[in-house]
């Protein structure tokens, strides 16, 4: 016997720097505002680049957020009437791997809309944990692309820069920052970190 859908599900949009992540979320929440749906938006209380509570994207577009230190502190904030969570920047949060995945899952399980926005790898190019993990398990997994600022091409790497070089391997694998920090690079032109 087929089981009915519950009408949960987990989308992720994901990708490097200045791929547009956090400027699709907040687009997919203005249709969940005209379809008339209650959501909630949470921020990483780490993310200080803009307004703390708020979730903005490069381009200046904002959606009013719930500031939070753990992927856990999410179902503490819902009310039944809630359609859509929406977090913002999951890799900045300090949850083990397993959490997001655990929690979104949870929220989905329960028929609620989750939407997650993150980078799907650090500046050595390797996966974050967690976004792996709940791109394994949702429904809808978006990758967006930045343009490459060395070559035009597509870009799909986060080149974290100090002072014009490479940052060495061994820097803290989370250090937030915009274009003063990072910039956008295919895998051409991006140079690993040694």
């Known amino acids: 016997?087929?089981?009915?859908?519950?009408?949960?599900?987990?989308?992720?949009?994901?990708?490097?720097?200045?791929?547009?992540?956090?400027?699709?979320?907040?687009?997919?929440?203005n249709h969940v505002r005209?379809?008339?749906?209650?959501?909630?938006?949470?921020?990483?209380r780490?993310?200080?680049?803009?307004?703390?509570?708020?979730?903005?994207?490069?381009?200046?577009?904002?959606?009013?957020?719930?500031?939070?230190?753990?992927?856990?502190?999410?179902?503490?904030?819902?009310?039944?009437?809630?359609?859509v969570v929406a977090v913002d920047e999951l890799h900045l949060l300090d949850d083990p791997p397993d959490a997001a995945r655990e929690v979104?899952?949870?929220?989905?399980?329960?028929?609620?809309?989750?939407i997650v926005a993150g980078l799907d790898q650090d500046f050595r190019a390797q996966p974050f944990p967690a976004m792996a993990q709940l791109m394994a398990v949702a429904e809808q997994v978006d990758k967006l692309y930045a343009i490459c600022v060395r070559c035009?091409?597509?870009a799909t790497r986060s080149q974290r820069l100090i002072d014009g070089k490479p940052a060495p391997a061994d820097a803290p694998t989370i250090v937030v920052g915009g274009q003063e920090l990072y910039e956008a690079r295919c895998r051409a032109c991006y140079e690993?970190?040694?």
Request: proline fraction near 3%.
């Open 34 to 44: 005209l379809a008339r749906q209650r959501l909630i938006a949470f921020t990483p």
């Open 152 to 154: 035009g091409a597509y």
């Open 192 to 194: 690993p970190a040694r």
């Open 1 to 29: 016997m087929t089981r009915l859908s519950s009408g949960g599900r987990i989308e992720v949009i994901c990708g490097c720097m200045f791929s547009g992540k956090t400027e699709e979320l907040i687009r997919r929440l």
């Open 46 to 83: 780490r993310d200080t680049r803009y307004r703390l509570g708020s979730l903005v994207s490069h381009n200046g577009l904002s959606v009013e957020a719930r500031v939070i230190d753990s992927i856990r502190d999410t179902p503490a904030h819902l009310n039944t009437d809630i359609h």
């Open 104 to 114: 979104c899952q949870d929220l989905a399980d329960r028929g609620l809309r989750v």
